[in-house]
Protein backbone atom coordinates (compact mmCIF):
# COMPACT_ATOMS: atom_id res chain seq x y z
CA UNK A 1 0.00 0.00 0.00
CA UNK A 2 2.64 2.57 0.73
CA UNK A 3 4.83 1.35 -1.93
CA UNK A 4 1.71 2.12 -4.05
CA UNK A 5 1.26 5.17 -2.82
CA UNK A 6 5.47 6.43 -3.45
CA UNK A 7 5.13 4.99 -6.89
CA UNK A 8 1.91 7.35 -7.91
CA UNK A 9 3.76 10.26 -6.02
CA UNK A 10 6.73 9.74 -8.19
CA UNK A 11 4.53 9.51 -11.40
CA UNK A 12 3.15 13.28 -10.39
CA UNK A 13 6.25 14.92 -9.80
CA UNK A 14 7.90 12.94 -12.91
CA UNK A 15 4.22 14.66 -14.74
CA UNK A 16 5.14 18.05 -13.61
CA UNK A 17 8.97 17.95 -13.88
CA UNK A 18 10.31 15.49 -16.68
CA UNK A 19 14.03 14.92 -16.42
CA UNK A 20 16.37 15.64 -18.86
CA UNK A 21 16.93 12.28 -19.68
CA UNK A 22 13.35 11.59 -20.50
CA UNK A 23 13.09 14.93 -22.80
CA UNK A 24 16.21 14.15 -24.71
CA UNK A 25 14.74 10.44 -24.94
CA UNK A 26 11.39 11.63 -26.50
CA UNK A 27 12.96 13.97 -28.66
CA UNK A 28 15.43 11.47 -30.32
CA UNK A 29 12.49 8.87 -30.66
CA UNK A 30 10.40 12.48 -32.65
CA UNK A 31 12.94 13.34 -34.47
CA UNK A 32 14.30 9.67 -35.77
CA UNK A 33 9.90 9.06 -36.89
CA UNK A 34 10.20 12.16 -38.57
CA UNK A 35 13.12 11.35 -40.58
CA UNK A 36 12.31 7.73 -41.35
CA UNK A 37 8.75 9.06 -42.67
CA UNK A 38 10.28 11.84 -44.82
CA UNK A 39 12.02 8.60 -46.81
CA UNK A 40 8.84 7.00 -46.79
CA UNK A 41 7.36 9.85 -48.21
CA UNK A 42 9.54 10.33 -50.16
CA UNK A 43 9.81 6.46 -51.77
CA UNK A 44 5.96 6.58 -52.34
CA UNK A 45 6.21 9.63 -54.39
CA UNK A 46 9.68 7.66 -56.46
CA UNK A 47 6.74 5.34 -56.49
CA UNK A 48 5.11 6.57 -59.28
CA UNK A 49 7.93 7.58 -60.84
CA UNK A 50 9.42 3.84 -61.34
CA UNK A 51 5.84 2.70 -62.22
CA UNK A 52 5.99 5.16 -65.41
CA UNK A 53 9.58 4.27 -66.24
CA UNK A 54 8.78 0.74 -65.89
CA UNK A 55 5.66 0.79 -67.69
CA UNK A 56 7.70 2.54 -70.64
CA UNK A 57 10.66 0.04 -70.75
CA UNK A 58 7.79 -2.40 -71.12
CA UNK A 59 6.29 -0.60 -73.78
CA UNK A 60 9.20 0.03 -75.81
CA UNK A 61 11.38 -2.84 -75.61
CA UNK A 62 8.13 -4.86 -76.82
CA UNK A 63 7.12 -2.76 -79.42
CA UNK A 64 10.03 -1.04 -80.45
CA UNK A 65 10.98 -3.82 -82.74
CA UNK A 66 7.66 -3.72 -85.13
CA UNK A 67 7.92 -0.22 -85.29
CA UNK A 68 8.86 0.03 -88.91
CA UNK A 69 7.69 2.44 -91.94
CA UNK A 70 5.73 -0.77 -93.20
CA UNK A 71 3.68 -0.57 -90.18
CA UNK A 72 2.86 2.65 -90.50
CA UNK A 73 2.16 2.50 -94.08
CA UNK A 74 0.41 -0.62 -94.40
CA UNK A 75 -3.14 -1.64 -94.11
CA UNK A 76 -4.54 -4.28 -91.55
CA UNK A 77 -4.77 -7.53 -92.28
CA UNK A 78 -4.68 -11.03 -90.14
CA UNK A 79 -1.22 -11.68 -91.15
CA UNK A 80 0.68 -10.26 -88.26
CA UNK A 81 3.95 -9.25 -90.68
CA UNK A 82 1.87 -8.07 -93.44
CA UNK A 83 -0.79 -5.90 -90.80
CA UNK A 84 -0.50 -2.46 -90.34
CA UNK A 85 -1.86 0.93 -89.05
CA UNK A 86 -2.58 3.56 -91.73
CA UNK A 87 -6.11 2.54 -91.01
CA UNK A 88 -6.28 3.46 -87.58
CA UNK A 89 -3.92 6.31 -88.26
CA UNK A 90 -6.22 8.39 -90.69
CA UNK A 91 -9.07 7.11 -88.67
CA UNK A 92 -7.72 8.77 -85.34
CA UNK A 93 -6.44 11.97 -87.92
CA UNK A 94 -10.66 12.25 -89.33
CA UNK A 95 -11.85 11.86 -85.51
CA UNK A 96 -9.86 14.99 -84.79
CA UNK A 97 -11.30 17.04 -87.93
CA UNK A 98 -14.59 16.60 -86.45
CA UNK A 99 -13.86 16.50 -82.87
CA UNK A 100 -11.33 19.74 -83.13
CA UNK A 101 -13.91 21.95 -85.02
CA UNK A 102 -17.01 20.88 -83.58
CA UNK A 103 -15.12 21.41 -79.27
CA UNK A 104 -13.98 24.51 -80.77
CA UNK A 105 -17.40 26.31 -81.82
CA UNK A 106 -19.26 24.49 -79.43
CA UNK A 107 -16.73 24.89 -76.09
CA UNK A 108 -15.72 28.84 -77.01
CA UNK A 109 -19.32 30.00 -77.74
CA UNK A 110 -20.61 28.55 -74.54
CA UNK A 111 -17.43 30.26 -72.22
CA UNK A 112 -18.22 33.30 -74.13
CA UNK A 113 -21.92 33.43 -72.98
CA UNK A 114 -21.20 31.89 -69.43
CA UNK A 115 -18.24 34.95 -69.22
CA UNK A 116 -20.07 37.74 -70.70
CA UNK A 117 -23.13 37.50 -71.72
CA UNK A 118 -24.97 35.17 -68.79
CA UNK A 119 -26.43 37.16 -65.70
CA UNK A 120 -25.15 35.38 -62.69
CA UNK A 121 -27.91 33.92 -61.43
CA UNK A 122 -30.28 30.65 -61.25
CA UNK A 123 -29.26 29.98 -64.76
CA UNK A 124 -25.49 30.81 -64.97
CA UNK A 125 -25.01 28.60 -62.34
CA UNK A 126 -27.36 25.92 -63.36
CA UNK A 127 -24.81 25.93 -66.97
CA UNK A 128 -22.01 25.53 -64.91
CA UNK A 129 -22.93 22.55 -62.37
CA UNK A 130 -24.33 21.20 -66.19
CA UNK A 131 -20.51 21.35 -66.96
CA UNK A 132 -18.89 20.30 -63.92
CA UNK A 133 -21.17 17.40 -63.64
CA UNK A 134 -20.73 16.42 -67.57
CA UNK A 135 -17.02 16.15 -66.78
CA UNK A 136 -17.42 13.53 -63.83
CA UNK A 137 -19.67 11.57 -66.12
CA UNK A 138 -17.84 8.00 -67.27
CA UNK A 139 -16.85 8.02 -71.08
CA UNK A 140 -18.65 4.52 -71.43
CA UNK A 141 -21.98 6.67 -70.63
CA UNK A 142 -21.21 8.89 -72.99
CA UNK A 143 -20.42 6.14 -75.80
CA UNK A 144 -24.11 4.55 -75.19
CA UNK A 145 -25.72 8.37 -75.79
CA UNK A 146 -23.71 8.23 -79.44
CA UNK A 147 -25.15 5.37 -79.78
CA UNK A 148 -28.45 5.49 -79.27
CA UNK A 149 -28.87 9.24 -80.44
CA UNK A 150 -26.18 9.27 -83.39
CA UNK A 151 -25.42 5.87 -84.43
CA UNK A 152 -29.37 4.47 -84.07
CA UNK A 153 -31.48 7.72 -83.96
CA UNK A 154 -29.84 9.92 -86.68
CA UNK A 155 -28.96 6.33 -88.43
CA UNK A 156 -25.27 7.51 -88.93
CA UNK A 157 -23.97 3.99 -88.62
CA UNK A 158 -20.82 3.37 -86.56
CA UNK A 159 -18.98 6.28 -88.49
CA UNK A 160 -16.57 9.01 -88.72
CA UNK A 161 -19.11 11.51 -87.67
CA UNK A 162 -21.25 9.30 -84.93
CA UNK A 163 -17.73 8.72 -83.49
CA UNK A 164 -16.25 12.47 -83.91
CA UNK A 165 -19.51 13.93 -82.52
CA UNK A 166 -20.04 11.16 -79.59
CA UNK A 167 -16.27 12.35 -78.63
CA UNK A 168 -16.60 16.20 -79.34
CA UNK A 169 -19.52 15.98 -76.19
CA UNK A 170 -17.65 14.06 -74.04
CA UNK A 171 -14.40 16.41 -74.40
CA UNK A 172 -16.23 19.83 -74.22
CA UNK A 173 -16.63 20.24 -71.17
CA UNK A 174 -12.17 20.28 -70.83
CA UNK A 175 -12.41 23.27 -73.54
CA UNK A 176 -15.37 25.28 -71.50
CA UNK A 177 -13.71 25.50 -68.73
CA UNK A 178 -10.03 26.04 -70.22
CA UNK A 179 -11.66 28.85 -72.00
CA UNK A 180 -13.58 30.05 -69.09
CA UNK A 181 -10.38 30.72 -67.55
CA UNK A 182 -8.66 32.05 -70.37
CA UNK A 183 -11.53 34.70 -70.79
CA UNK A 184 -11.95 35.44 -66.95
CA UNK A 185 -7.82 36.12 -66.65
CA UNK A 186 -8.62 39.43 -69.72
CA UNK A 187 -8.26 42.05 -67.62
CA UNK A 188 -11.44 44.65 -67.40
CA UNK A 189 -9.55 47.79 -67.94
CA UNK A 190 -8.76 46.04 -71.95
CA UNK A 191 -12.64 45.93 -71.90
CA UNK A 192 -13.45 49.20 -70.84
CA UNK A 193 -10.86 51.16 -72.99
CA UNK A 194 -12.29 48.88 -75.96
CA UNK A 195 -16.04 50.44 -75.19
CA UNK A 196 -14.23 53.80 -73.59
CA UNK A 197 -13.22 53.73 -78.21
CA UNK A 198 -17.40 53.05 -78.78
CA UNK A 199 -16.94 49.88 -79.18
CA UNK A 200 -20.44 47.21 -79.03
CA UNK A 201 -20.23 44.16 -76.88
CA UNK A 202 -19.10 42.01 -79.30
CA UNK A 203 -16.58 43.74 -81.21
CA UNK A 204 -15.37 43.94 -77.72
CA UNK A 205 -15.00 40.22 -77.73
CA UNK A 206 -14.31 39.57 -81.13
CA UNK A 207 -11.32 42.33 -81.16
CA UNK A 208 -9.80 42.29 -77.82
CA UNK A 209 -11.25 39.64 -75.29
CA UNK A 210 -10.74 36.45 -77.92
CA UNK A 211 -7.35 37.47 -78.84
CA UNK A 212 -5.57 38.25 -75.59
CA UNK A 213 -7.68 34.71 -74.48
CA UNK A 214 -6.43 32.86 -77.20
CA UNK A 215 -3.53 31.50 -76.41
CA UNK A 216 -5.20 29.68 -73.18
CA UNK A 217 -7.91 28.44 -75.36
CA UNK A 218 -6.17 27.02 -77.67
CA UNK A 219 -4.13 25.02 -74.46
CA UNK A 220 -7.47 23.79 -73.54
CA UNK A 221 -8.72 22.82 -77.20
CA UNK A 222 -5.30 20.58 -77.67
CA UNK A 223 -6.10 18.98 -74.12
CA UNK A 224 -9.17 18.16 -75.52
CA UNK A 225 -8.60 16.85 -78.44
CA UNK A 226 -5.38 14.75 -76.67
CA UNK A 227 -7.98 13.26 -74.49
CA UNK A 228 -10.47 12.13 -77.11
CA UNK A 229 -7.98 10.36 -79.67
CA UNK A 230 -6.74 8.65 -76.81
CA UNK A 231 -10.02 7.12 -75.63
CA UNK A 232 -11.23 4.03 -75.89
CA UNK A 233 -14.81 3.24 -74.30
CA UNK A 234 -17.07 5.48 -76.14
CA UNK A 235 -15.95 4.34 -79.66
CA UNK A 236 -16.29 0.54 -78.24
CA UNK A 237 -19.68 1.34 -77.48
CA UNK A 238 -20.43 2.57 -80.70
CA UNK A 239 -19.89 -0.37 -81.90
CA UNK A 240 -17.01 -0.15 -84.38
CA UNK A 241 -15.47 -3.14 -86.18
CA UNK A 242 -13.25 -4.66 -84.91
CA UNK A 243 -11.46 -5.64 -88.62
CA UNK A 244 -11.49 -2.96 -91.02
CA UNK A 245 -9.26 -3.25 -93.95
CA UNK A 246 -10.63 -0.21 -96.10
CA UNK A 247 -9.18 3.38 -95.14
CA UNK A 248 -12.08 5.82 -94.49
CA UNK A 249 -12.46 9.06 -96.90
CA UNK A 250 -15.39 10.38 -95.51
CA UNK A 251 -17.20 11.31 -92.59
CA UNK A 252 -19.66 8.35 -93.21
CA UNK A 253 -17.54 5.84 -93.65
CA UNK A 254 -16.66 3.18 -90.82
CA UNK A 255 -13.51 3.72 -89.25
CA UNK A 256 -10.87 2.55 -86.54
CA UNK A 257 -8.13 4.37 -84.44
CA UNK A 258 -5.55 3.83 -82.42
CA UNK A 259 -6.80 2.95 -79.06
CA UNK A 260 -9.24 0.40 -80.72
CA UNK A 261 -6.58 -1.33 -82.77
CA UNK A 262 -4.47 -1.39 -79.41
CA UNK A 263 -7.81 -2.95 -77.96
CA UNK A 264 -8.56 -5.48 -80.32
CA UNK A 265 -4.95 -6.29 -80.69
CA UNK A 266 -4.48 -6.79 -76.68
CA UNK A 267 -7.54 -8.92 -76.20
CA UNK A 268 -6.16 -11.13 -79.14
CA UNK A 269 -2.77 -11.55 -78.24
CA UNK A 270 -3.77 -14.96 -76.59
CA UNK A 271 -4.51 -16.11 -79.64
CA UNK A 272 -1.60 -14.72 -81.84
CA UNK A 273 1.63 -13.82 -79.87
CA UNK A 274 2.78 -11.35 -82.18
CA UNK A 275 -0.49 -9.58 -81.51
CA UNK A 276 0.92 -8.17 -78.05
CA UNK A 277 3.84 -6.57 -79.85
CA UNK A 278 1.83 -5.34 -82.26
CA UNK A 279 -0.03 -3.60 -80.08
CA UNK A 280 2.89 -2.17 -77.75
CA UNK A 281 4.17 -0.64 -81.01
CA UNK A 282 0.97 0.71 -81.95
CA UNK A 283 0.90 2.15 -78.31
CA UNK A 284 4.63 3.91 -79.23
CA UNK A 285 3.24 5.73 -81.75
CA UNK A 286 -0.02 7.06 -79.77
CA UNK A 287 1.65 7.76 -77.27
CA UNK A 288 3.93 10.03 -79.66
CA UNK A 289 1.42 11.49 -81.19
CA UNK A 290 -0.08 12.25 -77.61
CA UNK A 291 3.54 13.65 -76.19
CA UNK A 292 3.51 15.90 -79.84
CA UNK A 293 0.33 17.68 -79.15
CA UNK A 294 1.08 17.80 -75.46
CA UNK A 295 4.24 19.78 -76.04
CA UNK A 296 2.46 22.22 -78.46
CA UNK A 297 0.02 22.57 -75.61
CA UNK A 298 2.83 23.43 -73.58
CA UNK A 299 4.77 25.76 -75.79
CA UNK A 300 1.79 27.58 -76.72
CA UNK A 301 0.99 28.24 -73.18
CA UNK A 302 4.28 29.36 -72.19
CA UNK A 303 5.38 31.30 -75.35
CA UNK A 304 1.93 33.47 -76.14
CA UNK A 305 0.46 33.82 -72.94
CA UNK A 306 0.68 37.34 -71.60
CA UNK A 307 0.16 37.94 -68.38
CA UNK A 308 -1.52 41.26 -67.52
CA UNK B 1 -12.60 67.11 -109.80
CA UNK B 2 -13.00 66.73 -106.17
CA UNK B 3 -15.84 64.20 -105.39
CA UNK B 4 -18.56 66.13 -103.62
CA UNK B 5 -19.87 64.27 -100.66
CA UNK B 6 -23.57 64.96 -99.57
CA UNK B 7 -24.06 64.65 -95.64
CA UNK B 8 -27.06 63.76 -95.98
CA UNK B 9 -25.62 60.33 -97.60
CA UNK B 10 -22.56 59.62 -95.02
CA UNK B 11 -25.39 59.77 -92.13
CA UNK B 12 -27.57 57.23 -94.02
CA UNK B 13 -24.47 55.12 -94.46
CA UNK B 14 -23.69 55.45 -91.27
CA UNK B 15 -27.12 54.71 -90.31
CA UNK B 16 -27.19 51.70 -92.44
CA UNK B 17 -23.36 50.49 -90.63
CA UNK B 18 -25.10 51.23 -87.30
CA UNK B 19 -28.22 48.88 -87.97
CA UNK B 20 -26.00 46.36 -88.95
CA UNK B 21 -23.95 46.58 -85.95
CA UNK B 22 -26.89 46.82 -83.68
CA UNK B 23 -28.30 43.58 -85.37
CA UNK B 24 -25.00 41.61 -84.86
CA UNK B 25 -25.49 42.83 -81.46
CA UNK B 26 -28.62 41.62 -81.08
CA UNK B 27 -28.27 38.26 -82.52
CA UNK B 28 -24.69 37.07 -81.32
CA UNK B 29 -25.96 36.51 -77.37
CA UNK B 30 -29.04 33.81 -78.82
CA UNK B 31 -26.57 32.42 -80.73
CA UNK B 32 -23.81 31.81 -78.13
CA UNK B 33 -27.20 31.09 -76.07
CA UNK B 34 -27.98 27.98 -78.38
CA UNK B 35 -24.58 26.67 -78.46
CA UNK B 36 -24.38 27.07 -74.47
CA UNK B 37 -27.75 25.20 -74.39
CA UNK B 38 -25.92 22.24 -76.23
CA UNK B 39 -24.21 21.53 -72.97
CA UNK B 40 -27.64 20.78 -71.04
CA UNK B 41 -29.42 19.03 -74.23
CA UNK B 42 -26.51 16.38 -73.82
CA UNK B 43 -27.43 16.27 -69.65
CA UNK B 44 -30.78 15.67 -71.18
CA UNK B 45 -29.96 13.22 -74.10
CA UNK B 46 -28.38 11.66 -71.74
CA UNK B 47 -30.74 11.10 -68.76
CA UNK B 48 -33.81 10.82 -71.08
CA UNK B 49 -32.46 7.74 -73.25
CA UNK B 50 -31.10 6.16 -70.10
CA UNK B 51 -34.16 6.57 -68.48
CA UNK B 52 -36.39 5.54 -71.23
CA UNK B 53 -34.84 2.41 -72.40
CA UNK B 54 -34.05 1.11 -68.71
CA UNK B 55 -37.88 1.56 -68.53
CA UNK B 56 -38.22 -0.38 -71.55
CA UNK B 57 -35.98 -2.82 -69.74
CA UNK B 58 -38.01 -3.29 -66.69
CA UNK B 59 -41.37 -3.68 -68.33
CA UNK B 60 -39.25 -7.31 -69.09
CA UNK B 61 -37.36 -7.77 -66.02
CA UNK B 62 -38.77 -7.05 -62.32
CA UNK B 63 -37.37 -4.23 -60.51
CA UNK B 64 -36.85 -6.36 -57.70
CA UNK B 65 -35.20 -9.45 -59.34
CA UNK B 66 -32.51 -6.91 -60.60
CA UNK B 67 -31.45 -6.30 -57.20
CA UNK B 68 -32.04 -9.07 -55.48
CA UNK B 69 -31.33 -12.08 -58.29
CA UNK B 70 -27.36 -13.34 -58.21
CA UNK B 71 -27.72 -14.80 -61.44
CA UNK B 72 -26.54 -12.97 -64.61
CA UNK B 73 -26.94 -14.66 -67.55
CA UNK B 74 -28.05 -12.13 -70.22
CA UNK B 75 -27.09 -13.78 -73.39
CA UNK B 76 -28.59 -17.44 -72.11
CA UNK B 77 -30.97 -18.73 -74.73
CA UNK B 78 -32.55 -21.00 -72.40
CA UNK B 79 -33.28 -19.15 -69.56
CA UNK B 80 -31.93 -15.37 -69.46
CA UNK B 81 -32.01 -13.85 -66.11
CA UNK B 82 -30.77 -10.77 -65.14
CA UNK B 83 -29.23 -9.23 -61.77
CA UNK B 84 -26.51 -6.40 -61.36
CA UNK B 85 -25.17 -7.80 -58.33
CA UNK B 86 -22.56 -9.78 -59.71
CA UNK B 87 -21.66 -6.58 -61.76
CA UNK B 88 -21.68 -4.33 -58.98
CA UNK B 89 -19.28 -6.85 -56.75
CA UNK B 90 -16.70 -6.95 -59.57
CA UNK B 91 -17.46 -2.94 -59.15
CA UNK B 92 -16.48 -2.32 -55.67
CA UNK B 93 -13.94 -5.09 -55.62
CA UNK B 94 -12.25 -3.88 -58.19
CA UNK B 95 -12.39 -0.28 -56.65
CA UNK B 96 -11.56 -1.11 -53.45
CA UNK B 97 -8.28 -2.74 -54.98
CA UNK B 98 -7.70 0.60 -57.00
CA UNK B 99 -8.42 3.09 -53.90
CA UNK B 100 -6.08 0.58 -51.57
CA UNK B 101 -3.10 1.64 -53.87
CA UNK B 102 -4.21 4.93 -55.24
CA UNK B 103 -5.00 6.50 -51.88
CA UNK B 104 -1.78 5.62 -49.33
CA UNK B 105 0.67 6.71 -52.19
CA UNK B 106 -1.67 9.61 -53.59
CA UNK B 107 -1.88 11.10 -50.13
CA UNK B 108 1.86 10.23 -49.42
CA UNK B 109 3.33 11.75 -52.74
CA UNK B 110 0.83 15.04 -51.67
CA UNK B 111 2.58 15.43 -48.36
CA UNK B 112 5.88 14.56 -49.97
CA UNK B 113 5.54 17.78 -52.54
CA UNK B 114 3.87 20.04 -50.52
CA UNK B 115 5.48 19.69 -47.40
CA UNK B 116 8.99 18.35 -47.09
CA UNK B 117 9.99 18.75 -51.24
CA UNK B 118 11.72 21.41 -52.52
CA UNK B 119 11.23 23.89 -55.15
CA UNK B 120 13.35 22.43 -57.33
CA UNK B 121 12.50 18.78 -56.60
CA UNK B 122 8.64 19.71 -56.69
CA UNK B 123 9.34 21.51 -59.92
CA UNK B 124 10.92 18.42 -61.50
CA UNK B 125 8.82 15.53 -59.97
CA UNK B 126 5.27 16.92 -60.40
CA UNK B 127 5.19 17.29 -64.45
CA UNK B 128 6.21 13.60 -64.46
CA UNK B 129 3.31 12.20 -61.98
CA UNK B 130 1.15 14.08 -64.22
CA UNK B 131 1.94 12.28 -67.39
CA UNK B 132 1.03 9.01 -65.78
CA UNK B 133 -2.92 10.60 -65.85
CA UNK B 134 -2.25 11.75 -69.06
CA UNK B 135 -1.69 8.25 -70.62
CA UNK B 136 -4.46 7.03 -72.15
CA UNK B 137 -6.35 3.88 -70.14
CA UNK B 138 -5.84 1.45 -73.33
CA UNK B 139 -2.27 1.97 -72.19
CA UNK B 140 -3.00 0.63 -68.90
CA UNK B 141 -4.71 -2.32 -69.83
CA UNK B 142 -2.60 -3.21 -71.96
CA UNK B 143 -0.04 -2.86 -69.17
CA UNK B 144 -2.46 -4.83 -67.02
CA UNK B 145 -2.75 -7.73 -69.19
CA UNK B 146 0.46 -8.26 -70.81
CA UNK B 147 2.86 -7.58 -67.78
CA UNK B 148 1.28 -7.15 -65.00
CA UNK B 149 -1.16 -10.37 -64.35
CA UNK B 150 1.89 -12.37 -65.57
CA UNK B 151 3.53 -11.17 -62.88
CA UNK B 152 1.76 -11.74 -60.55
CA UNK B 153 0.96 -14.83 -61.18
CA UNK B 154 4.65 -15.86 -60.61
CA UNK B 155 3.66 -15.02 -56.74
CA UNK B 156 -0.07 -16.13 -56.75
CA UNK B 157 -0.55 -19.27 -58.50
CA UNK B 158 -3.70 -19.22 -58.52
CA UNK B 159 -4.41 -16.22 -60.10
CA UNK B 160 -6.62 -16.51 -63.06
CA UNK B 161 -5.47 -14.84 -66.41
CA UNK B 162 -8.23 -12.42 -65.94
CA UNK B 163 -8.88 -11.09 -62.45
CA UNK B 164 -9.53 -8.48 -59.91
CA UNK B 165 -6.28 -7.82 -58.56
CA UNK B 166 -4.24 -6.61 -61.09
CA UNK B 167 -6.84 -4.21 -63.14
CA UNK B 168 -7.21 -2.96 -59.63
CA UNK B 169 -3.86 -2.58 -58.68
CA UNK B 170 -2.91 -0.84 -62.30
CA UNK B 171 -6.40 1.43 -61.95
CA UNK B 172 -4.92 2.97 -58.56
CA UNK B 173 -1.80 3.30 -60.22
CA UNK B 174 -3.96 5.35 -62.51
CA UNK B 175 -5.98 7.31 -60.16
CA UNK B 176 -2.62 8.26 -58.30
CA UNK B 177 -1.81 11.55 -59.74
CA UNK B 178 -5.34 12.33 -59.02
CA UNK B 179 -5.82 12.12 -55.42
CA UNK B 180 -1.90 13.33 -55.38
CA UNK B 181 -2.67 16.57 -57.06
CA UNK B 182 -6.20 17.15 -55.56
CA UNK B 183 -4.67 16.31 -52.26
CA UNK B 184 -1.50 18.81 -52.53
CA UNK B 185 -3.58 22.18 -53.45
CA UNK B 186 -5.77 21.29 -50.56
CA UNK B 187 -2.72 20.98 -48.37
CA UNK B 188 -0.97 24.27 -50.37
CA UNK B 189 -3.91 26.37 -49.78
CA UNK B 190 -3.27 25.85 -46.16
CA UNK B 191 -1.56 28.77 -45.15
CA UNK B 192 1.75 29.45 -43.42
CA UNK B 193 1.21 30.93 -40.60
CA UNK B 194 -0.54 27.97 -39.48
CA UNK B 195 2.45 25.85 -39.91
CA UNK B 196 5.18 28.04 -38.52
CA UNK B 197 2.86 28.71 -35.49
CA UNK B 198 3.07 24.79 -34.69
CA UNK B 199 7.01 24.58 -36.05
CA UNK B 200 7.54 27.49 -33.01
CA UNK B 201 5.90 25.45 -30.74
CA UNK B 202 8.52 22.46 -31.17
CA UNK B 203 6.47 20.01 -33.57
CA UNK B 204 8.47 18.32 -35.95
CA UNK B 205 7.51 18.58 -39.88
CA UNK B 206 5.31 14.89 -39.44
CA UNK B 207 3.68 16.63 -36.28
CA UNK B 208 2.60 19.82 -37.97
CA UNK B 209 1.71 17.98 -41.24
CA UNK B 210 -0.52 15.57 -39.21
CA UNK B 211 -1.99 17.38 -36.66
CA UNK B 212 -2.33 20.81 -38.57
CA UNK B 213 -1.81 20.53 -42.35
CA UNK B 214 -3.93 17.30 -42.94
CA UNK B 215 -6.79 18.92 -40.63
CA UNK B 216 -6.70 22.13 -42.10
CA UNK B 217 -7.13 20.44 -45.60
CA UNK B 218 -9.41 17.34 -45.06
CA UNK B 219 -12.06 18.53 -46.79
CA UNK B 220 -10.22 18.76 -50.16
CA UNK B 221 -8.60 15.53 -49.16
CA UNK B 222 -11.72 13.80 -49.02
CA UNK B 223 -13.06 15.38 -51.48
CA UNK B 224 -10.27 14.01 -53.38
CA UNK B 225 -10.52 10.30 -52.12
CA UNK B 226 -14.32 10.63 -53.79
CA UNK B 227 -13.71 11.54 -56.85
CA UNK B 228 -11.19 9.06 -57.02
CA UNK B 229 -13.27 6.32 -56.24
CA UNK B 230 -16.12 7.83 -58.74
CA UNK B 231 -12.93 7.46 -61.49
CA UNK B 232 -12.08 3.79 -60.56
CA UNK B 233 -16.17 2.94 -60.80
CA UNK B 234 -16.90 4.58 -64.39
CA UNK B 235 -13.43 3.17 -65.33
CA UNK B 236 -13.85 0.97 -68.47
CA UNK B 237 -10.61 0.08 -70.93
CA UNK B 238 -8.60 -1.36 -67.88
CA UNK B 239 -11.47 -3.54 -66.63
CA UNK B 240 -12.53 -4.82 -70.13
CA UNK B 241 -9.25 -6.22 -71.00
CA UNK B 242 -7.73 -7.31 -68.08
CA UNK B 243 -10.48 -8.54 -65.56
CA UNK B 244 -12.40 -10.87 -67.40
CA UNK B 245 -16.46 -11.36 -68.32
CA UNK B 246 -17.25 -14.14 -65.48
CA UNK B 247 -20.11 -12.53 -63.90
CA UNK B 248 -19.96 -14.26 -60.70
CA UNK B 249 -20.58 -13.30 -57.21
CA UNK B 250 -17.94 -13.62 -55.77
CA UNK B 251 -15.47 -11.55 -53.73
CA UNK B 252 -12.00 -13.51 -54.40
CA UNK B 253 -9.40 -11.35 -56.37
CA UNK B 254 -7.73 -13.31 -58.11
CA UNK B 255 -11.39 -14.64 -59.44
CA UNK B 256 -12.14 -13.78 -62.91
CA UNK B 257 -15.15 -10.91 -62.56
CA UNK B 258 -17.07 -8.20 -64.40
CA UNK B 259 -17.75 -4.56 -63.55
CA UNK B 260 -20.65 -2.25 -64.98
CA UNK B 261 -18.30 -0.30 -67.25
CA UNK B 262 -16.99 -3.66 -69.02
CA UNK B 263 -20.58 -5.46 -69.22
CA UNK B 264 -21.42 -2.25 -71.14
CA UNK B 265 -19.18 -2.63 -73.43
CA UNK B 266 -19.71 -6.90 -73.38
CA UNK B 267 -23.00 -6.35 -74.36
CA UNK B 268 -22.43 -3.19 -76.73
CA UNK B 269 -20.01 -5.02 -79.51
CA UNK B 270 -21.64 -8.47 -78.65
CA UNK B 271 -24.37 -9.69 -80.95
CA UNK B 272 -27.29 -8.88 -78.68
CA UNK B 273 -29.58 -6.77 -81.24
CA UNK B 274 -31.80 -4.01 -80.29
CA UNK B 275 -34.88 -4.60 -79.03
CA UNK B 276 -33.79 -7.25 -77.31
CA UNK B 277 -34.00 -7.59 -73.17
CA UNK B 278 -29.95 -8.08 -73.12
CA UNK B 279 -29.51 -4.59 -75.05
CA UNK B 280 -32.19 -2.78 -72.64
CA UNK B 281 -30.01 -4.53 -69.71
CA UNK B 282 -27.00 -2.26 -70.80
CA UNK B 283 -28.88 1.31 -70.02
CA UNK B 284 -29.90 -0.06 -66.78
CA UNK B 285 -26.51 -0.65 -66.30
CA UNK B 286 -25.84 2.15 -67.39
CA UNK B 287 -28.51 4.20 -65.45
CA UNK B 288 -26.42 2.86 -62.08
CA UNK B 289 -23.05 3.63 -63.07
CA UNK B 290 -24.52 7.15 -64.21
CA UNK B 291 -26.76 7.31 -60.89
CA UNK B 292 -23.42 6.35 -58.58
CA UNK B 293 -20.69 8.35 -60.05
CA UNK B 294 -22.56 11.59 -60.32
CA UNK B 295 -23.67 11.06 -56.29
CA UNK B 296 -19.85 10.90 -55.83
CA UNK B 297 -18.93 13.54 -57.54
CA UNK B 298 -21.84 16.09 -56.17
CA UNK B 299 -20.55 14.35 -53.16
CA UNK B 300 -16.94 15.25 -53.64
CA UNK B 301 -17.80 19.07 -54.31
CA UNK B 302 -20.23 19.71 -51.34
CA UNK B 303 -17.85 18.25 -48.55
CA UNK B 304 -14.84 20.58 -50.41
CA UNK B 305 -17.40 23.67 -50.51
CA UNK B 306 -19.08 22.89 -46.97
CA UNK B 307 -15.91 21.71 -44.90
CA UNK B 308 -13.67 23.59 -46.32
CA UNK B 309 -12.09 25.85 -44.11
CA UNK B 310 -11.58 29.72 -44.80
CA UNK B 311 -8.50 30.82 -43.84
Known amino acids: MKELALNSNEKTTQKQYMNLAKVNRRMTARLLINNVVKYLFFASTMFGLVILAFLMYQIFSDGLGWLSMDFLTNRLSTLPERAGIIGAITGTVWLMFIVGPVTMVLGIGTAIYLEEYAKKGKFHSFIQTNITNLAGVPSIVFGLLGLTIFVRMFGFGPSIIAGGLTMALLVLPIVVVASQEAIRAVPSYLREASYGMGATKWQTIKNIVLPASIAGILTGVILALSRAIGETAPLVAIGIPALIVPIPSSITDNFTVLPMQIYYWTIDSVLVDEYASMAAATIIVLLAVLFLMNSVAIIIRNKFQKRY | ?311
Open chain 2, 1 to 311: MQKTVSIKDLIRKDNNKNKLKMGVEKTVPFLLFALASISILTTVGIVSTLLYETFLFFRDVSIIEFFTNTEMKPLSRVEPSFSILPLLSGTVLISLVAMLVAIPIGLTTAIYLSEYASVNVRKAVKPVIEVLAGIPTIVYGFFAFTFVTPLLREFIPALQATNALSPGIVMGIMIIPLVASLSEDAMNSVPKAMREGALALGATKLEVTMRVVIPAAISGIIASFVLGISRAIGETMIVTIASGSSKNLTFDITQSMQTMTAYIVEVTSGDAGAGTTAYYSLYAVAFALFFFTLIMNMFAGYISRKYREAY
